[in-house]
Structures are given as structure tokens and as C-alpha cells.
């Protein structure tokens, strides 16, 4: 388990949710414990209460409440971790019952993102989206406990903010949307560039720790981080691939998704996930060996066309297919391939998943074929479009209009 620099010893976590019927409470515990343990806390037991709906001013039912502060004293927890999103009123009663912070899902998934945030770009994101969520939250109460101690829910660059006011929160959002603005600009116009430049684009998207990165490192050697834990990628990292049929395309790598992903997340990395948004393929990598697969790939896809990409193709891939004993139990599904990134298996049905769905583009040319590649003038014939062929003292001159496979073979003898 990792632990924070500043922290002795992990802080003792205890789980709570309601299961209200809005959502599989517990596979989301689960989800949850996974969560906990990526922010460095030692988990030391959950608790699910079945009702019609969370109670308004404490969250769980009064006996429970108790049940928890009792568990509280006897099991010397630190931390209280709410499985939904609580107001402020619900946080204060169960911390002023059980003598211990509470923070809910969002604050640990944004203190998640706060911890791994390297990049310029991911900071500001982050602070955005905590003070985003911080704002309607401001009370005294809360301010307070949050400068208790400090501790997971209380990191990351928005940390020293908390204590200010809100018109001072209000213009530092300000001036963050600003900066997020340029960088986004900037990202636009790099976007374009490479739209002009005719560069294919395909981005690796899917739930956090799907094996994202390790398949973008197998394929292109980047040497992004791979490791077993929530949200280890941030920051979009691109490479550039060349597929069996001569094609290059620029993989993109990007940040993990999760179910009911905060939405002030989202909108703040909304640069970041455009990024694969905007890509010609996406490549929705999920982790085979996990129960939840096909949700995860749902959680995915319903993400991506909130984002705008409905049209755009999507290879679905089954990852970590080697620690699947019977691969039966993977649907078989259309645009989809087995591959374990790990091993490097299954990966040239990926490739030619790639090549199957890479997007028709045409590029007027004009060659000096030597006579020996008269054959090429045929293949134009036959795929592009043939304006001339002239046979001159130092070969064929063609000027011709042909798609990126045959642009891959035919652009060394291009001539300016
Ligand atoms: N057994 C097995 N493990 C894998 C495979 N692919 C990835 N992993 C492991 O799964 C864990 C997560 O891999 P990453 O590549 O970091 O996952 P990611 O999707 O980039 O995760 P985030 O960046 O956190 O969203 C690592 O421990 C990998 O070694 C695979 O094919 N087989
Ligand atoms: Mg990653």
C-alpha cells in the first residue's frame, strides 16, 4: 500500500453506504474499497443500510449512526468514507456523532487525482474540480475539520484555498478557467495541425487500471507508468504506431474512467478527455478477468458520447484474457479482440482491428515511379484515381490521388 509522505501510518478507513436502489451498492463498495486503498488508506471495514433513500441530516438511520461512532471508538478509525456524494449537513452530523472526518466518493476520487497529478495542465484541472465541489460546500464547520489533521480529502493543490473565502475561491476559478482556456486552445490548435498534417489518431480509453498504458508501452514502447493502481495515468501521452500496412497512426494513452465519475472531474479534465474524444478510433480497453467488464465498457462508451464521439469507431478490446482459465466466457462480439498486453498476445488481431477501422483518406500525389514499380500505375488504377502517367527519361511521372495504404507505399517516391 502507498503511503503519503507527510502520513505515519495509513489512516484507518471505514466504508458507508446506502443502498437506495440507485445503483449496485455493492459493487460500488467494492469499487470503493479499491479507491480507498489507492489513496493510502487502510480499509478496516464497510457497511451497507438498506433504505428508500439516504436520511437528510445524517446520511445513514439514527441506529446505525450510533453502531458507527461505536465502531468508531473500538476499532480506532481516522476516516469515514461515504459511498455517495453527502451535503454538508450529513457530513457534520455523522462527524459531530463519531468524532472522526468524513469525506464522500467525489472528495476521495478528487483527492485520488490531486495525488497523481504531475503536469501543469493536471494540477490545475484538479484544483478546479475540487474547488468546483468546495464552493456550495463552504460552512464553518467544514472548514474547520478540513484543517484538521489534514489527510486523504484534505490534498492536492486546492488544500491552502479551503481556508479563504468564497469571492477569493470564486476568482481563483477565474483565473484557473483562464490558464485551462489557453491550454486548451493550444491543444486545439495542435489538433488541427495534425488534422492538416493528415495524422490518424486513435485513442486507448476504458476504466482506470483496464491495462491502458501497459498496452500503449507494448506497442510503442513509450514508457508510460503501469502500475496497479486507480488513476495511475493522468496526463494524455501520444505515440506514434506504424501498423502492419505501412499506416502510421498516434496512439493516444489517457486518464482512467470510473463509475459516477465526479461530473466536476469531468468537466475539468474535459480537455484531456476531448483529446480522445476527438481521436478517429477509439480503443475501449476493459479487464476481461474482471466480473464487472461489460459494465466498465459501458460506463466508457456512455462517457464518450457525452463527449460528442457516437459516430466514431470503437474497437472493443478484452484485456488480460491470460488470467482468464475459460476464454468462453468473453463475449464475442463484433469489433472486438482477446489480447493480454501483458504477454503481448492477441495483439495482431488488434492491428488488424486498427486497419479495419482506420478512417478512408485521400492524398493527391505526384511520384517519379522508377520503371521497375510500373506496377504502382496499376494499383492506382485499381484503388485511387489515375489523373497522369508519363513515361520520361527518369521514370514514370504520376500525379494521382490514392488512401493512406497506398499513400504508405507509394509516398518514397513522392516528389515535393
Ligand atoms: N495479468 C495481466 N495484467 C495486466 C495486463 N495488462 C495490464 N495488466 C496490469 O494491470 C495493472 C494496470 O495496468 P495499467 O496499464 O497501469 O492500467 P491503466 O488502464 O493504464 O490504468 P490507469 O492509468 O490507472 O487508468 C498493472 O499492474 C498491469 O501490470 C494483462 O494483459 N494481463
Ligand atoms: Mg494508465
Not at 159 to 183: N, Q, S, V
Not at 222 to 230: H, I
Amino acid at each position: 500500500m502507498e503511503l503519503y509522505e507527510n502520513e505515519q501510518k495509513p489512516q484507518r478507513a471505514l466504508l458507508i453506504s446506502v443502498d437506495y436502489g440507485a445503483f449496485d451498492a455493492e459493487a460500488s463498495m467494492e469499487e470503493l474499497y479499491a479507491l480507498a486503498e489507492s489513496a493510502g488508506a487502510e480499509v478496516v471495514g464497510s457497511m451497507i443500510q438498506k433504505l428508500d433513500k439516504p436520511i437528510g441530516a445524517s446520511y445513514v438511520g439514527s441506529g446505525r449512526l450510533e453502531e458507527i461512532a461505536e465502531l468508531c471508538k473500538t476499532q480506532e478509525i481516522d476516516l469515514i468514507i461515504a459511498d455517495d456524494e453527502l451535503t454538508p449537513v450529513q457530513i457534520r452530523t455523522i462527524e459531530d456523532t463519531a468524532d472522526v472526518r468524513v469525506i464522500d466518493r467525489t472528495m476521495l476520487i478528487l483527492d485520488i487525482f490531486a495525488l497523481r497529478a504531475n503536469s501543469k495542465e493536471g494540477k490545475l484541472q484538479v484544483e478546479t474540480a475540487q474547488l468546483r465541489y468546495m464552493l456550495p460546500r463552504l460552512t464553518g464547520k467544514g472548514i474547520q475539520m478540513s484543517k484538521q489533521g489534514g489527510g486523504i480529502g484534505t490534498r492536492g493543490p486546492g488544500e491552502t484555498k479551503l481556508e479563504t473565502d468564497r469571492r477569493h475561491i470564486r476568482r481563483r476559478l477565474d483565473a484557473l478557467g483562464e490558464k485551462l482556456d489557453e491550454i486548451e486552445k493550444r491543444r486545439e490548435q495542435l489538433r488541427q495541425r495534425r488534422k492538416k498534417d493528415g495524422v490518424i489518431t486513435a485513442a486507448i480509453v476504458g476504466y482506470t487500471n483496464a491495462g491502458k498504458s501497459t498496452l500503449m508501452n507494448f506497442l510503442t514502447d513509450a514508457g508510460v507508468l503501469e502500475k496497479d493502481q486507480l488513476f495511475a495515468t493522468l496526463d494524455p501521452t501520444s505515440r506514434a504506431l506504424k501498423l502492419p500496412n505501412g499506416v502510421s497512426v498516434m496512439l493516444i494513452d489517457t486518464v482512467g474512467f470510473v463509475r459516477r465519475l465526479p461530473h466536476q472531474l469531468v468537466k475539468a479534465f474535459r480537455s484531456t478527455l476531448e483529446e480522445a474524444a476527438s481521436a478517429d478510433i477509439i480503443i475501449n480497453v476493459c479487464d476481461a478477468s474482471n466480473e464487472e467488464a461489460l459494465l466498465h465498457l459501458d460506463v466508457t462508451q456512455k462517457l464518450l458520447e457525452e463527449l460528442g464521439c457516437a459516430d466514431t469507431p470503437v474497437i472493443t478490446v478484452f484485456n488480460k484474457s491470460d488470467l482468464i482459465e475459460d476464454p468462453s466466457i468473453i463475449p464475442n462480439i463484433s469489433k472486438g479482440v482477446r489480447i493480454s498486453a501483458k504477454k503481448g498476445t492477441g495483439i495482431d488481431a488488434l492491428l488488424t482491428a486498427i486497419e479495419d477501422n482506420l478512417p478512408v483518406r485521400m492524398h493527391r500525389v505526384k511520384l517519379m515511379l522508377p520503371f521497375a514499380k510500373a506496377g504502382i500505375s496499376a494499383e492506382i488504377r485499381k484503388s485511387g484515381t489515375l489523373f497522369s502517367e508519363e513515361y520520361t527519361a527518369d521514370g514514370i511521372e504520376v500525379d494521382a490521388l490514392v488512401d493512406d495504404i497506398l499513400y504508405a507505399k507509394v509516398k518514397e517516391f513522392a516528389e515535393e
